[in-house]
């Protein structure tokens, strides 16, 4: 069994919702830890956990970032992590998977299904062995304890209720 080490410096984690019901957001967390073991040959043996730190989310916009930061929010001062640990990952096809897991948000937790793609097994130019993925998923953020919104004028809400969150990572092979 393989322990892999996240590449930080090519991996990312995304999230886009719904603003005004007229257009998405979206944004990114700067500061993450991926930990992943398992054989690289087949990934369902695999054993996945994330650990997101909420104060570096980062939508390109300082006031937003600060509001989301807030007890509106996330509260990162009290809920300084979301997790995500697996608990099933399940092979569609040759590049294809399901991992379900816990994902915890604000000490909530409930279980997910994010759907992942294998990019390859790939050398560097350093010799690093490498494997990439893609994933994406969606949540409830009220589920999680994020229900901060407001009405509109014109009818409708601010901030949507589904988050879809995606990303792309990159681990190199121990």
Same mark, same amino acid.
């Given at each position: 069994?393989?322990?892999?080490?996240?590449?930080?410096?090519?991996?990312?984690?995304?999230?886009?919702?719904?603003?005004?019901?007229?257009?998405?957001?979206?944004?990114?967390?700067?500061?993450?830890?991926?930990?992943?073991?398992?054989?690289?040959?087949?990934?369902?043996?695999?054993?996945?956990?994330?650990?997101?730190?909420?104060?570096?989310?980062?939508?390109?916009?300082?006031?937003?970032d600060?509001?989301?930061?807030?007890?509106?929010?996330?509260?990162? /001062?009290?809920?300084?992590?979301?997790?995500?640990?697996?608990?099933?990952?399940?092979?569609?096809?040759?590049?294809?998977?399901?991992?379900?897991?816990?994902?915890?948000?604000?000490?909530?937790?409930?279980?997910?299904?994010?759907?992942?793609?294998?990019?390859?097994?790939?050398?560097?130019?350093?010799?690093?062995?490498?494997?990439?993925?893609?994933?994406?998923?969606?949540?409830?953020?009220?589920?999680?304890?994020? /229900?901060?919104? /407001? /009405?509109?004028e014109?009818?409708?809400?601010?901030?949507?209720?589904?988050?879809?969150?995606?990303?792309?990572?990159?681990?190199?092979?121990?």
């Amino acid at each position: 069994m393989a322990t892999w080490t996240v590449d930080k410096a090519h991996s990312e984690i995304e999230f886009k919702v719904r603003h005004m019901m007229i257009s998405s957001v979206k944004g990114f967390f700067q500061n993450f830890n991926f930990n992943m073991s398992g054989d690289p040959q087949d990934i369902s043996t695999a054993a996945v956990r994330i650990a997101i730190e909420t104060s570096s989310i980062n939508t390109k916009n300082e006031q937003r970032d600060q509001h989301l930061r807030s007890e509106d929010f996330f509260n990162t /001062t009290r809920y300084p992590e979301i997790t995500f640990e697996s608990t099933t990952i399940n092979r569609l096809n040759e590049e294809e998977y399901e991992v379900t897991g816990n994902l915890t948000i604000k000490n909530i937790t409930k279980p997910i299904t994010f759907h992942v793609e294998v990019g390859g097994l790939a050398k560097d130019p350093w010799g690093n062995e490498k494997i990439g993925f893609a994933f994406r998923g969606k949540v409830n953020r009220e589920d999680f304890g994020l /229900t901060w919104n /407001t /009405t509109l004028e014109t009818g409708g809400v601010m901030v949507g209720e589904e988050v879809k969150i995606q990303g792309d990572v990159q681990f190199i092979l121990n």
